[in-house]
């Protein structure tokens, strides 16, 4: 009898032996396929950002507009500068900010200590599907459209807003990036648009032509409001083509 009773207990160790050995086997295994999970999204550059990397980056967008429509309405208040004195010039812009009608003490320079002391983030502005371009080809900052119901509605340049367009680019990646501004504003999924169109920077006066308008009977759920994020369908840029292209603006001014 004692035998047996020895018997069992030996076999009932193994068996706990061989429960634990099988436990510890499947917490190795799901170990190793949530690693690999984990550094399999991190790891998508060719094929699409990582949710973390869209969250980043969008915030990214929305802050640094923000602080430059933060810094031109600073400008306005405390530094007595009209709109038509405001001035976006700087050696990291290829395209040309020059304003005739800015103060020579550069108070009124966004991009100078003297005035908004904001720097230029390249990573805002070349917002272009595989940095295919100089800064501010088709990223600018101009004065030739409007958005509907964000300052005042017309069809002349007296209604032409002051904002920042970034082109996010065609591939998954800006369609995702656009995505994920909307929702970060609240607004509704892309919009398919004719575009902005406009051949001319912000120096200090207003494209001439009437605006195409953001929001009016064409979009109208866009009306309102001030930033967003559209899918390009017939506009030009700076004679470069935005066709196919999701596009960020963001007013600065409204007029």
């Not at 429960?19 to 999970?37: E, G, H, M, P, R």
């Not at 595989?130 to 004065?143: H, Q, R």
């Not at 409001?225 to 603006?249: E, F, K, L």
């Amino acid at each position: 009898q004692g035998s047996q009773l020895t018997y069992n207990a030996r076999m009932h160790t193994n068996g706990q032996r061989g429960n634990i050995l099988f436990l510890i086997l499947l917490a190795i295994i799901l170990f190793v396929a949530l690693s690999y999970a984990v550094m399999n999204q991190r790891e998508q550059v060719g094929t699409g950002m990582s949710g973390e990397q869209l969250d980043s980056k969008a915030a990214m967008i929305l802050q640094y507009t923000t602080l430059l429509e933060q810094t031109v309405t600073r400008l306005r208040l405390t530094g007595d500068c009209s709109d038509t004195q405001l001035s976006f010039a700087s050696p990291t812009f290829t395209l040309n900010y020059t304003n005739s009608n800015a103060p020579a003490d550069k108070h009124c320079h966004v991009f100078d200590p003297a005035g908004g002391g904001m720097s230029v983030n390249t990573a805002v502005f070349d917002e272009i599907a595989n940095g295919d371009t100089n800064n501010g080809t088709i990223d600018t900052i101009f004065s030739g459209s409007a958005v509907q119901n964000v300052g005042t509605d017309c069809a002349n340049q007296a209604c032409n807003d002051l904002m920042v367009h970034l082109n996010l680019g065609s591939d998954a990646n800006a369609q995702n990036l656009c995505t994920r501004i909307n929702q970060k504003l609240g607004n509704p999924a892309a919009v398919s648009w004719s575009g902005f169109q406009y051949n001319l920077n912000y120096q200090g006066n207003y494209y001439v032509a009437p605006p195409r308008v953001l929001g009016d009977v064409s979009t109208p759920i866009m009306a309102g409001r001030r930033a967003g994020c559209y899918y390009d369908t017939s506009s030009t840029i700076n004679g470069v083509s935005s066709v196919g292209h999701y596009v960020y603006y963001h007013v600065l001014l409204a007029r």
